[in-house]
């Protein structure tokens, strides 16, 4: 929404949305170039700095919210999701953010992730992925490979790991996208893909941690490995990767098939098009994940995965206050006070 | 209200006057017994006695049927002067079934009136009941010194409704407006209030409710024209202060208190909360008012249910979350990130037995200490408690005041007994509600522009900064603030200098709450009982009857126990003994003698059920004797 007044206004920069706060993230930590991601893109959005909200909830990238100049809450572990459901509802203009690592997201606050993608407040998720505790120095997380060895599991860890984009599908996100903090660009793309969708926009970024998981995603974002690992979905456009482009999926039935366009015979136009609203091909890009299908090696995909338009909770709930007031009006306090049966003492 | 009597043709029932009477309504859980209560209360309300009532029902939603585990009772203690406490002891017992006599009978009055339901004395339900084979107390002798009348109350409902055209199954259900019908006979009341109800319940199925009202005068008739009741009582209106009343549950008066807050203050009221037994009616009525600015939000658990409210607070509306033991146990670490952002929230613990699942459907004090004390750190927080049905309406009224004028979660504590139990309140109208102050910072309050989120007041308060003002950016959140700034810091001098504020912070209410006085007795003397909740009503009696024994005794009550009223101490000062009577092991008594280093004696209860007023007199007496 753009008003006579905002046009007035100078636009931000970045540095506008730099808080006084000494940032204070380990050398060479992806939260940096997050952060400097997110700085970069505000000011495209048109938003007054006054009306976002910063909720985070407790890990190393829940400090994310003292380093933006907006408003914010560094809350508990776990719950920033919670406490940004109460913040949509009271005001509905916020433009509210959370952030959160794996284990504050997946684990502790698992329960309200799920049951945010479910209600579908308009407000942007943004999960760092490190696959590891890092603030508690090093642990594995709901997102560690199984077998991880981590510091707490000297032997390996003995659990599978979520997959975040089928918990988020299977929980009934609105939006769901991949992307990670050495792919400035995407990752740009992404946040402004998610500030546009109207609905929770839950974004997995991939996030290294130098110190305890170094390089656990390099091989998405260095040059000789990056074509064959990582697949980058533009909707409306074919699955294509490879060194030379040159290898495409294909959906036989449900089951999806690599193929290798040099040789097969057939061309990028015959490969799946990415759509993005399409919900059961969601679930089988979600799935890659797992190298779960015969012949394995699929890349991992990045981009928006799905995404759907549906009513929004606050929508729902003010909507129908306004429908309540409109067919019955608004009590009197008085005769709230006083009920339908009363008597009089004289 | 003027009462002449009764001249109905076919009565010839002696009526009597009687000042107050208890009965009470017993049977199965799906015998309707709560409802069956609360049509008796309301029309006895509506005719102006003045009562308290105390439904006492099993946690499962249908227990077994026919044994005592599923007995389900609703009593009420109504009379023509004040009524404190649903009785002791009961007048009248209406025994649905085999299991409800062996239940109730104990506390019958000896002379008592007992209305049976025969069908439900067959040898399957005595057996169910856990009488030996062979044994009916009807007819054993055992009831020899209560007068009992014995009524096939499931035959008469069957005969009357034989051509209603409903379903066995629904004709039976009608029993219940039966025995209505045949007490209000018998207690010369009204049955246009319940025929009222009966029609809008039953709107959109009018033969059922046709059929209810036929039962319903069936019981009366019954009453009216056979001759096996020889006795009716009569209780007159109540001369009770003058004004205009309405019969209230303390968990309504909460509901209405909170949406009178918002009102008042013309904030938008946010309830995050889960369901949990007892405090779910709050939830429910105020879904209800969402067309007063309110907003309830069920979440998905008791930790995003108060998270939920902390986010509305922040955001500049009023912050509320309900609950009960076991969720107040989850919500602590919140509660604790809320006292650290120092922003207005309103806690309210309906408490019931406990420790863990406990005795959900059964009253207790038992969540005083974990009130004041549950947090990790130095977290201390107003605690305030209401002590009758319709005390919930100023207390939790005054529990949103101290937590927006204060800027911080206060713990206000309810409990079972007062939740689910009624009186009649002579309810205040909108314009004589106190103001609470509310005010929002616009501009930044720090020397040279700058904003300084932890500036406090001479009441040591922050101010309240709504996200959305033009220029007041900042961060706040669960690390120690740098006093002042509020920018995280870890310095040593800080940490301590931040907690002595917080501690401060909530002292200082003290000067905004008034100085507590004497509640039954003289200001000093022998023997004070210090209450604190739902015991309010049956220390009062207690204390009352001993008064008129001629015992000196006096009664002090609390509604603030975090902080306590400035003059407690003094007060206390001024009596040689101090009995405090708790549904607990003594958890007042602890803060009283911490504070105070006086020897208090404690009374003990923690059966899930509240004091009688027999039991706190014998202790009284006990300690003046």
Known sequence: ?346 | MEQTLDNKVGSNAQLIDAESIVIRFSGDSGDGMQLTGMQFTDTAALLGNDLATFPDYPAEIRAPVGTTAGVSGFQVHFGSREIYTPGDQFDVLVAMNSAALKVDLPRLKKGGVIITNIAGFDKKNLNLAGYPDGVNPLNDGSLENYIVHKLDVTKLTKECLSDSGLGMKEIERSKNMFVLGLLFWMFDETMEYTITFINEKFGKKPEIAAANIKALKAGWNFGDHTEIFTTRYKVSAASLPKGEYRNITGNHATAIGLVAASEMTQLPLFLGSYPITPASDILHDLSKYKTSNVRTFQAEDEIAAICGAIGASYTGSLGVTTTSGPGMALKTEAIGLATMLEIPLVIIDVQRGGPSTGLPTKTEQSDLLMAMYSRHGESPLPVIAASSPSDCFQTVYEACRIAIEHMTPVIFLSDGYIANGSEPWRFPVAADLPKINVSFLTEANGPDGSLLPYKRNDLLVRPWIKPGTEGLMHRIGGLEKQNETGNVSYDAKNHEIMTHLRAEKVEKIAETIPPITVDSGKDSGKLLVLGWGSTAGAIKTAVRECIGLGYDVSHVHLRHINPFPKNLGEVLGKFDTVLIPEMNTGQLLKLIRAKYLIPAIGLSKVQGQPYTTIELKEKILEILK
């Open chain 1, 1 to 346: 929404m753009t008003t006579a007044a905002d046009q007035s206004m100078p636009k931000l920069t970045a540095k506008d949305f730099a808080s006084t706060q000494e940032v204070k993230w380990c050398p060479g930590c992806g939260d940096y170039s997050i952060l400097k991601q997110v700085q970069t893109v505000f000011p495209d959005l048109g938003i007054p700095k006054e009306d976002i909200v910063f909720i985070s909830g407790i890990g190393c990238a829940a400090r994310f919210t003292y380093y933006m100049d907006t408003y914010g809450m560094h809350s508990i572990h776990g719950r920033a999701a919670a406490i940004a459901s109460g913040v949509k509802i009271s005001n509905p203009e916020l433009s509210v953010w959370l952030v959160s690592g794996d284990g504050d997201a997946f684990s502790i606050g698992g329960n309200h992730f799920i049951h945010l993608m479910r209600k579908n407040f308009d407000m942007n998720y943004l999960v760092f992925n490190n696959q590891i505790y890092g603030l508690t120095k090093g642990q594995y997380s709901p997102t560690s490979e199984k077998g991880k060895v981590a510091k707490s599991t000297p032997f390996g860890s003995v659990e599978e790991p979520f997959n975040p984009t089928e918990l988020a599908l299977g929980a009934k996100s609105s939006f769901v996208a991949r992307t990670m903090d050495r792919d400035p660009k995407h990752l740009q793309a992404m946040l402004k893909r998610a500030h546009e969708h109207k609905g929770t926009s839950f974004v997995e970024i991939y996030q290294n941690c130098a110190v305890f998981n170094d390089g656990a995603f390099f091989s998405f974002s260095d040059k000789e490995t990056k074509k064959e690992t990582a697949i980058f979905l533009e909707h409306g456009k074919p699955l294509i990767f490879g060194d030379n482009n040159d290898k495409g999926i294909r959906l036989d039935g449900l089951k999806p098939v690599i193929v290798d366009l040099n040789t097969s015979g057939l061309s990028a136009n015959d490969m799946w098009i990415h759509d993005e609203k399409d919900k059961t091909k969601a679930h089988i890009i979600g799935s890659f994940f797992d190298s779960a299908f015969e012949g394995g090696h699929f890349p991992r995909p990045f981009g928006v995965i799905y995404t759907e338009d549906r009513p929004t909770f606050e929508d729902g709930l003010h909507n129908q206050i306004q429908e309540l007031i409109a067919r019955k009006g608004k009590p009197a306090l008085d005769k709230i006070l006083s009920g339908d049966k009363t008597w009089t003492i004289l």
